[in-house]
């Protein structure tokens, strides 16, 4: 049996993690903790279903609520404050938490010695040279759940020899709500345009992060982190079917994909049964009504995020955690309805232009890191 913590629960990421539990055979999983930053209802709902022995809530009000509603119907559940104390009990922590409020997560998981399945890709991007050590620790491992990541790492198993042998990776991008349009059609974009994702049903920052094509810049670090190639190795492809979920391209000139539906269930069930693949499925392609799959190049003058993400690469250091930081400020102005979509980028490439060339060696680095930009992300979003 293995014991599976989700942190993030009540989000996306986490409810299908839920779903993926319900729908294998009992006794193969047992989930031992569930996490949330505020939604009460809701993990309470959980909690009752699924009886985890931890229960973690960040917010002090919704913890009091969850821990009276709990402790009558369970006196043994624990309710606390701790996301850390996730990863002492479970063999497999899902991290579904959404942006750098995940990095506590990560750290915690991997400093434990468990296997870490990523979704939350903030935590990699950001704190890139303080999580790298810790992948050494024994038993600590990253499998990741973004799609793209998940497909990468199926496709390299196609060789022993592993990044020896390989030329290039390709992510693909499904081009979100906006492919195809131009600058000046993008400039009055609504909130409820920009959360129309034509193929993935995902939480808003990262559908607003797929309509920028920013999500597909942070998944370039996110794959450089993970797999360890350099920038111009790494390569990103338009494709608007999301069927194909990205690729490997060998010396030998042979590029292995990976294909399915687009359904974030498949690389949940993966990280968690990962070295063998799930016995559970949630659908497959129907080859007798797929006739063609399409591929482009990104138009990167439209969506600058993509270079923006980059460039922050390949400076390196902080500089991915200020691309992030940055971002999420931008993005959380824009579903407030405080800036325009079109104004994402330019908040973002303005905050990068202070970046201070710290070198990130502990957490609290990152924090700060994080903190400063956020700061300069801010007076950006108020110009
Ligand atoms: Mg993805």
Redesign the pocket.
């Known amino acids: 049996m293995t014991r599976v913590a989700i942190a993030g629960s009540t989000g996306s990421i986490g409810k299908q993690t839920l779903e993926v539990i319900a729908a294998s055979e009992s006794g193969k999983y047992q989930l031992v903790a569930l996490s949330a930053n505020s939604s009460a209802d809701e993990i309470i709902k959980q909690a009752k279903t699924f009886k985890p022995n931890l229960v973690v809530v960040n917010d002090e009000s919704a913890r009091k609520i969850v821990a009276r509603e709990l402790a009558a119907t369970n006196p043994k559940i624990e309710v606390i404050a701790d996301v850390a104390a996730m990863a002492g009990i479970a063999d497999v922590v899902v991290n579904g938490v959404v942006g750098f409020a995940g990095l506590s997560v990560t750290i915690a998981t991997l400093a434990a010695g468990k296997r870490l399945a990523l979704a939350n890709k903030e935590s990699l991007i950001a704190a890139g040279p303080v999580v790298a050590p810790l992948r050494k620790i024994s038993g600590a491992e990253i499998i990741p759940v973004?799609?793209?990541h998940c497909a990468i790492h199926q496709c390299l198993r196609s060789s022993q020899n592993n990044l020896r042998d390989v030329a290039k990776l390709l992510l693909t991008a499904s081009g979100g709500p906006f492919r195809g349009q131009t600058k000046k059609s993008l400039e009055e974009v609504t909130i409820k345009d920009a959360l129309k994702h034509p193929t993935w049903s995902m939480g808003p920052k990262i559908t607003v992060d797929s309509s920028t094509l920013m999500?597909k810049g942070l998944?370039v670090i996110e794959a450089h982190e993970l797999f360890g190639l350099d920038y111009d190795s790494i390569d990103v492809v338009v494709h608007p079917q999301s069927i194909v979920h990205s690729m490997v391209e060998f010396r030998d000139g042979a590029t292995i994909a990976q294909l399915s539906l687009p359904d974030m269930r498949l690389p949940i069930a993966y990280a968690l049964d990962y070295p063998n693949r799930s016995t559970v499925g949630f659908g497959a392609i129907d080859w007798t009504k797929l006739s063609r799959l399409d591929f482009e190049q990104p138009d990167r003058d439209t969506f600058r995020c993509l270079n923006l993400a980059y460039a922050a690469g390949r400076i390196g250091g902080t500089a991915p955690a200020w691309l992030s930081a940055a971002n999420e400020v931008a993005v959380e102005a824009f579903l407030a309805g405080v800036v325009q979509w079109s104004q994402i980028a330019s908040i973002i490439e303005s905050t990068m232009q202070h970046h201070d060339g710290l070198i990130a060696t502990e957490v609290e680095d990152i924090l700060e890191a994080d903190a400063v930009a956020r700061q300069w992300a801010r007076k950006e979003v108020s110009r």
């Open positions: 973004d799609s793209e999500n998944e």
